[in-house]
């Protein structure tokens, strides 16, 4: 359950939550795109994070990676357990937050809304930016925890789809019902959620005992095809 990362990815700064927050910037081909965001686990804004970022700006969109652990990263569960304590939901959604006004304010990136796409501990941001921020309008978590209370969804204007896996102990499958209803009852937005025959973290080429290959590819088509749809 390691990971071998001794600093973060880094590239842009910009102003968020009143002070100034970093993150890794990857653009398309195409040098435009629609924006996406790209929200780390618990281990940090890792390689594995910025390779992700940069498989979503190849498929053509402008992707941003935030650092929510301010240059941080874990070296073990224990480690990253404590970083993701530390950050509550509400500060880690300002951070966010921040993130999308920027990544609309840059000229390459087109529309005026994004999408947001994160695993596990990101995941649960996904779900609590795409509640809170109604520029949020493509919401993918894989997996994702939710910490606490789920979140007020009566703002929520982003359609969801949620990826997880059967063996997943973290978020078992008897609990997506009940956000699926929270979510359905209070925005009107019915969630698209798949299961895969996977555990958790399958999508983590990083760290070969969770990754499970046909899930993870499966998923990621299917991800790329809705932020496409939705985005354009």
């Known amino acids: 359950m390691s990971a071998d990362h001794s600093e973060a990815r880094q590239n842009v700064s910009f102003p968020s939550a009143g002070g100034t927050a970093h993150g890794y910037l990857a653009l398309p081909p195409a040098g435009h795109g629609p924006g996406v965001i790209v929200i780390q686990e618990w281990w940090g804004l890792t390689d594995h994070i910025a390779d992700v970022t940069d498989r979503v700006a190849q498929a053509g969109f402008v992707a941003l990676a935030p650092d929510l652990f ?33 990544l609309l304010s840059r000229e390459e990136t087109t529309g005026d809304t994004v999408g947001a796409v994160g695993f596990c501990m990101g995941g649960g941001f996904v779900i609590a930016l795409a509640a809170r921020d109604p520029r949020v309008s493509a919401a993918v978590p894989f997996y994702g925890v939710i910490p606490g209370p789920l979140p007020d969804f009566s703002n ?21 019902s009940q956000l699926r209803a929270a979510i359905e009852e209070q925005s009107g937005i ?10 958790h973290a399958f999508f983590n080429d990083d760290r070969p005992e969770a990754y499970h290959q046909p899930s993870a590819e499966l998923a990621w088509a299917r991800t790329i095809d809705f932020l496409h749809r939705k985005l354009g």
């Open 190 to 199: 019915t969630p698209e959620f798949h299961l895969y025959p996977a555990g």
């Open 70 to 102: 301010g240059g941080k990263v874990a070296h073990d569960s224990s480690e990253a357990l404590q970083m993701m304590s530390e950050l509550p939901t509400e500060r880690g959604v300002d951070l966010l937050s921040g993130a999308v006004g920027y």
């Open 156 to 176: 929520l204007k982003a359609d969801i789809l949620g990826h997880y896996g059967e063996k997943d102990p973290t978020v078992p499958p008897e609990s997506l």
